[in-house]
């Protein structure tokens, strides 16, 4: 396996990580300075589901949105108001350890498939180009809608690799396993998926893979 081919997953994975754990400790802070104080229970909330609610049916990742004076939640609206930059950094906030576990497990997959293939474009290179198309056509859709999540990139990369890995050796079975997960990733098991991000990105990565098989 050529280690530099699949160099990215690990980079993703670990801004995954940092950004989470950055989040949870910052919530973990905002949580001590609420009525009542820290207790287990509320470290434990905060560390497994920021978007739990822990004051006002305000979420650590919404009072962290408005607190911090920078918004980094993707919400429509906002990218109105001259935010723009949610587009990229709602890709790297998850919001939950449900979230984060699926999407790092999926960046896995992605690099055991990736392995056997021919390097073209570099895996975070086509993560976000997917995931930036994929969260403005979330903005467009839904602009009062708080987004966050990496399932637009992901889906972008998996869509490509997979689609690559039939056209290049006739195997079918990553373009099952895509559709699958496209069904799977529909059902709101914890939280409300980005059926748009998902869609779009998966899109987004067909075309790119017929686009360079020309």
Known sequence: MNVVKVFDVYVLMFLFITVYVTLAIYGVFLASNIDGGLNVFNVINVLVRLDSPIKNDLSILLMTHHTLGIPIMLRGYDLLEGFVWELLTSLFIHA???????????????????????????????????????????????????????????????????????????????????????????????????????????????????????
């Not at 467009?140 to 966050?148: E, F, G, L, R, W």
Request: hydrophobic share 50%; charged share 10%; aromatic share 12%.
């Open 96 to 214: 939950n350890l449900y979230h984060l576990f699926f999407n790092c497990l999926a960046l896995l997959i992605i690099r055991s498939i990736y392995s056997v293939l021919e390097p073209r474009y570099g895996i975070t290179k086509v993560f976000l180009v997917g995931g930036l198309f994929s969260n403005l056509c979330f903005a467009i859709t839904s602009p009062d809608t708080y987004s966050v999540g990496a399932s637009g990139g992901i889906f972008t990369v998996f869509a490509w690799i997979a689609l690559r890995n039939y056209l290049e050796r006739g195997d079918n079975v990553p373009l099952i396993l895509l559709i699958v997960t496209l069904l799977l990733s529909s059902i709101p098991i914890v939280g409300s998926p980005n059926v748009v991000a998902h869609l779009v990105g998966s899109l987004i990565g067909f075309s790119i893979a017929i686009y360079r098989r020309r």
